[in-house]
């Protein structure tokens, strides 16, 4: 499966943006989708993921109450709404697709994730 990450950009603080990530390839429905970070200088880390049919979801205690991750199976893709935006999100931010474990679980080990779209840059900055 072939994924592409779009949406990032320049946000002020407290802002909100809306990533996309369209699939291509393979139906979707046989992934858990994921959406992962790496700021400067850090290690990439897991924010949120979502099971194949979206009615479990996992997040990042660092967004949890401020990001939504949701999926269209039938458009092949998967979103994240990021809502109260701080300097802290700013990172590219990379989709993520998974067969590794059971569908129905919204798995957040980036280890079983082998499935990666090409980053899109957030920027929260005034």
């Known amino acids: 499966v072939q994924l592409q990450a779009s949406g990032g950009g320049l946000v002020q603080p407290g802002g909100s943006l809306s990533l996309s990530c369209a699939a291509s390839?393979?139906?979707?429905?046989?992934?858990?989708l994921g959406w992962f970070r790496q700021a400067s200088g850090k290690e990439r880390e897991f924010v949120a993921s979502?099971?194949?049919?979206?009615?479990?979801?996992s997040y990042a205690d660092s967004v949890k109450g401020r990001f939504t991750i949701s999926r269209d199976n039938a458009k092949n893709t998967v979103s994240l709404q990021m809502n109260s935006l701080n300097s802290d999100d700013t990172a590219v931010y990379y989709c993520?697709?998974?067969?590794?474990?059971?569908?129905?679980?919204?798995?957040?080990?980036?280890?079983?994730?082998?499935?990666w779209g090409q980053g899109t840059l957030v920027t929260v900055s005034s």
């Open positions: 993520a697709a998974s067969s590794y474990g059971p569908r129905w679980f919204a798995d957040f080990d980036q280890g079983h994730f082998a499935f």
């Open positions: 390839g393979r139906t979707l429905t046989d992934y858990v």
């Open positions: 979502i099971n194949w049919s979206g009615s479990a979801t």
